[in-house]
């Protein structure tokens, strides 16, 4: 697809040049792009960060490496 292509673009430019890319998306078209394309390229220097409400309505970070990310976009999980 277009979205691989480009997210394996950027995948690859950043290790050329030795540089973080941080992408904010919604969109689960695009987070599944950047999984097959790391995936492509056996590339595991990506991580997702889900921000949720906890209990008492504080905001809370939760981070995910590629492993789970991977797991989860290929057995049809949510991520945004």
Do not use: P
Not at 17 to 35: C, K, M, P, R
């Amino acid at each position: 697809s277009k979205l691989k292509d480009i997210a394996k673009a950027i995948i690859e430019i950043s290790q050329k040049e030795d540089i973080q890319v941080y992408i904010t998306t919604h969109d689960n078209g695009i987070i599944s792009a950047f999984v097959k394309a790391s995936e492509e390229l056996k590339f595991e220097g990506i991580s997702a960060i889900t921000l949720i409400k906890d209990e008492n309505n504080t905001i809370q970070a939760m981070v995910s490496e590629y492993q789970n990310i991977t797991y989860g976009i290929n057995n049809g999980a949510d991520l945004r």
